[in-house]
């Protein structure tokens, strides 16, 4: 399978094809990143698949902390962070060659009201790929980590200014618009912390915590007073669990591991926020188990990646009787989880590219 010729499907059944395609900005009628007819321009693949790369990153991060604090073997995590680069490099290459051929502009793509904000995830998988590298490459690693924040900030800054224009209709709004500024900030401060960069990482988290009240005054604003999202973009509600979680796995990466004095209350109201927003997935499920499959599904996999990873280095911080096990169980949970929907989604592709080709 070449990159020019991969099939992105977003979802199960005619119906909801139209409705991912058109959220994703495919013409309406096609699945978004499918194959046009011949003779025609083929379309850009969708911003979503963006979160393959970013779902496996959290995983591989998950096992690094369960190597450290379980003494699970690191060859797991290291594997999975492998399999998490590839799949960026891949995903990056794909998006550059077929957006080569297509009629529709990168730029049309990052102003779409649903795909845009979902672009900022490029550099920030790279952010935490750098500081994963910085741990057998430390100067590498730390000039991937300053490259992508660089290119967060400046994508943010752009895409702030385009909101800013009043072109964006509120009803767009979904849980991706996290991404930009919060999701990056946040990564952002805790890749810093991690390569050595501690002015930098307190900037980060000030940036994505800011931005985090912001937005979810914004958000959920939206969520409760407009129309309900499609079925394409409800998975990107997943993504509101995201910044508590984030910003805990900071504070420990700036704290050294042993938060005391103010971050150690910043830990504890940030796993308290993190309950709150877990009930809230809990409370959502009876409407994502209804959701045709699609690749947006992927749009969960970072978001509960990232509450397991900081509810693992929490268990740690306190210590209580038993805490391993709990651990050890949501760490099972997780990687059950993503493994099944990467099944799901490599059948899915599977399925499109038969249907392409037939």
Do not use: C
């Not at 005619?14 to 990143?33: E, F, S, V, W, Y």
């Not at 529709?104 to 998988?125: C, F």
Request: aromatic letters at 8%; glycine letters at 12%; zero cysteines.
């Amino acid at each position: 399978m070449t990159t020019e010729s991969i099939p992105i499907p977003t979802a199960a059944g005619p119906a909801a094809r139209t409705a991912a395609g058109t959220a994703a900005g495919a013409a309406p009628g096609t699945a978004a990143g499918t194959v046009a007819a011949p003779g025609a321009s083929p379309t850009r693949i969708p911003f979503v698949t963006l979160a393959i790369s970013i779902g496996l990153a959290g995983l591989a991060g998950d096992w690094s902390i369960a190597g450290r604090l379980l003494g699970v073997p690191p060859v797991i995590g290291n594997v999975v962070w492998i399999i998490a680069a590839i799949a960026w490099v891949w995903l990056i290459v794909a998006h550059l060659v077929r957006g080569r051929r297509s009629a529709d502009s990168l730029g049309d793509q990052l102003r779409h009201p649903a795909q845009g904000p979902i672009g900022s995830l490029a550099p920030t998988v790279g952010m935490l790929l750098g500081a994963k590298l910085a741990d057998v490459a430390p100067l590498a690693g730390e000039i991937v980590v300053v490259v992508m924040i660089a290119v967060a900030a400046v994508f943010a800054a752009w895409i702030l200014g385009h909101w800013a224009s009043g072109r964006v209709q509120a009803a767009a709004i979904h849980g991706g618009y996290f991404l930009p500024t919060v999701a990056a900030g946040l990564v952002a401060a805790g890749a810093a912390a991690k390569v050595g960069l501690p002015t930098l990482a307190i900037g980060a988290l000030a940036v994505g915590v800011f931005f985090w009240i912001v937005m979810s005054v914004i958000i959920i604003a939206r969520l409760a007073f407009l129309p309900p999202l499609p079925d394409a973009l409800v998975p990107t509600l997943a993504i509101i669990a995201a910044p508590p979680a984030v910003a805990g796995e900071a504070v420990f990466a700036m704290s050294g591991g042993a938060p005391t004095g103010l971050a150690a209350g910043a830990v504890s109201a940030l796993i308290a926020i993190t309950v709150v927003m877990a009930g809230m997935q809990i409370a959502l499920v009876r409407r994502y188990r209804y959701l045709p499959f699609g690749l947006g599904f992927w749009s969960f996999t970072f978001a509960y990646a990232a509450v397991v990873g900081f509810v693992m280095e929490w268990l740690a911080f306190a210590a209580f009787p038993g805490w391993q096990i709990i651990a050890a169980v949501l760490l099972g949970l997780i990687s059950v989880f993503i493994g099944v929907i990467s099944v799901r989604s490599i059948a899915l592709v599977v399925l499109a590219r038969r249907r392409t080709a037939g």
